[in-house]
């Protein structure tokens, strides 16, 4: 298999220079924490690793070194596609350069030889109220494929340590070749009265994802296949690729890993982003029908909406400082294949305004749009209007990159995560000494 082949080939060179690294070099301070980090949330501690991806905080998310606009461009695309395929991208992700065309097909058919979902997850879906949210149904679907997991067979059998990456490799191709039948199950079932449409062998992983969701517009497989790309990774403190990592690092499967971060992506504070910046826009039309086309007038709603101190949500970013290049590539998209789209043209004029009154404001050290800002919008046009289900389709996403940071750990034997906690007083008696 071509992914676990090209993998093979780097693992000594990988490990030897991990190896030379911490030997030579392990007592080189990285940084320093501060008692606010400390009880902030770790921001900007210094204390993960991946090769993957990066926010590079002049040219955003940098996938194995290379821009959103370089990965667009590069990676292999179906023919009369504008976007790439999904299997391409994963293959970028565990092997660290761009495949051709050939190697990209070979991981789309991996996981068309995988994709079967056994019966019983769909049972297990179903057997839960009709009212269950989707994301714990995608959840529960996620861990309930554990009992598949080959790397918890090997390890019970005397897997040697060195090899734990292997079936760690056949896990996460076996759960990412079945997450999007799932997840188009899932919508299918609960928003389509259970009209469930069968795979179409003859499309690509997310052009099969399109089809299943039932979406007539052809263009539906290029905006999933952007979509994907887009949210698939970004680096690894996030709540999603953190929790992933932690749990995986006690060796457990990526059943158990990938079902862990999914439950924090249903987390308000991370997964929901996109649906609050676009009910934000439902909102703005609904309250200000002439927003969606005079300036002033947004420009005042925007200001009134700070006035109440409330925010306005999709704009600003933890690193980057610039607007998102993964905004800008579904901008892009909207402005070539629906322009006049009233929502989409909406999001557009915020996106001129806005920055410039946040500026004003003077609070926001970014006033510049991410991700989530205008993905939504594009959603909506295509008639997923379903806004519980956009952290589904999120965790498609990010289960892409998580699996292949899950992978490369084990490979490299990344030791069980541990840090060291702290009481209140010690801290006082620290911030004491420093005084």
């Known amino acids: 298999m071509i992914l676990k082949d090209k993998i093979q080939e780097q693992l000594p060179s990988w490990r030897e220079r991990v190896k030379n690294l911490v030997k030579e070099k392990g007592e080189v301070k990285v940084g320093e924490v501060t008692i606010a980090q400390v009880y ?3 921001r900007d501690v210094k204390s993960l690793v991946t090769d993957i991806s990066y926010v590079d905080p002049a040219e955003g998310i940098r996938i ?24 391409g991208l994963y293959y970028l992700f565990l092997v660290g350069s761009i495949p051709t065309e050939e190697q990209a097909l070979e991981v789309e058919a991996e996981w068309k030889k995988r994709g079967k979902v056994p019966q019983y997850v769909y049972d ?41 990456w292997e079936p760690m490799l056949e896990d996460s191709l076996n759960l990412t070749a079945k997450l999007p039948e799932i997840a188009a199950f899932i919508y ?40 994907f790309l887009l949210h698939s990774d970004h680096e690894s403190g996030n709540v999603s690729a953190h929790t992933t990592h932690l749990v995986a690092s006690s ?119 991410n991700v989530d800002a205008i993905s939504g919008s594009l959603q909506y046009h295509f008639g997923i209007k379903e806004f519980d289900f956009y952290t589904v389709m999120f965790g498609v996403s990010r289960i892409l990159g ?18 060291k906690s702290l009481t209140t007083e010690m801290l006082e008696e620290i911030a004491a000494k420093a005084n």
């Open 40 to 42: 902030g949330g770790m």
């Open 64 to 87: 194995r070194g290379y821009t959103i606009p370089e990965v667009l461009d590069k990676l292999p695309k179906p023919k009369d596609s504008e976007m790439p395929y999904v299997g």
């Open 124 to 164: 297990a879906i179903r057997a839960l109220p009709a009212d269950t949210h989707p994301m714990t149904l995608f959840t529960l679907a996620v861990l309930t494929l554990q009992r598949e997991s080959l790397f918890s067979k090997q390890y019970h059998e005397g897997l040697k340590r060195d090899s734990y």
């Open 188 to 227: 299918r079932l609960k928003y389509k009265n259970g009209d469930i449409i069968a795979a179409d062998p003859t499309l690509d992983w997310a052009g099969n994802f399109a089809h299943m969701m039932g979406i007539k517009d052809h263009l539906y497989e290029d905006l999933s296949r952007l979509y």
């Open 251 to 369: 060796l457990s499967d990526i059943y158990y890993a990938a079902s862990a971060g999914l439950c924090g992506l249903a987390g308000p504070l991370h997964g929901l982003a996109n649906q609050e910046c676009l009910s934000w826009l439902l909102d703005v039309k609904e309250k200000c029908g002439e927003c969606t086309y005079d300036k002033s007038a947004l420009r005042q709603f925007a200001w009134d909406t700070l006035n109440k101190g409330l925010v306005i949500p999709g704009y600003g970013h933890a690193v980057l400082r610039k607007t998102d290049p993964r905004y800008t590539a579904q901008l892009e998209f909207g402005k070539k294949y629906f322009p006049e789209d009233e929502i989409f043209k909406l999001a557009a004029l915020v996106y001129d305004v806005v920055p410039e009154v946040l500026r004003e404001q003077g609070k926001a050290k970014d006033p510049w749009p």
């Open 402 to 419: 998580v699996s292949a940071n899950a992978v490369w750990a084990r490979a490299l034997n990344q030791p069980i995560e541990r840090p």
